[in-house]
């Protein structure tokens, strides 16, 4: 189902794949810093997640900066708790690379407004935790705030998040986490002798088993 969330004087342009049995628990999902919610591994999540029961929203906001994507990220998640059409009990936010980073950071700043439980966990797809080369600056701040469950798809050998390192931020974090690596994946998890349906099968599989882990699925 496509929709237009209202945001500022714009629209975002979403859609919402919706399972064939009433969902009380929705994800939302979103792209990195190139393409858009058509990306292949959020068109394949999204469905995947609709067939096992879990109502998705994925949704299209270009821009560079954190604070902007944040912001729509933030009127998405406002769009879904008042919706009619798909009364939720809770929500889980989503993102790939820079859209995982923007999940982190709504989800920080929604923890600060007020103690709504709306939000139930973060899904971080090939966190951005730091640029290529530069491990001394690590974009952690937001991670180290949230209480909710997180988990995190990455790549062993990802060159925007190395491996120690996030397993050292995950030490230091105060949310109960699990990190899921995939094995010889970079940034953009490919893998050398493996197809991307393959590779796609496996983060879709790890992360509807977590997600019925932190939420009574039906």
Known sequence: VKVKIPFGNKYLDAIFSVPEKKSTCG??????????MNFPHLVSLAAYLASHGVLCLRFTCKGLNIAYRTKAFKAVVEYLKLSDDYKL????????SMGSRAAASVIRQLSQDDDDDFIQGLVCLSYPLHRPKLQSKLRDEDLLFIRCPVLFVSGSTDEMCEKQLLEDVARKMKAPKKIHWIDKANHGMAVKGRTTDDVMEEINAQVFSWLRENIELE
């Open 27 to 36: 994800v939302i999902l979103t792209h990195g810093a190139g393409g858009d």
């Open 89 to 96: 009990s809770g929500v889980f936010l989503a993102g790939r």
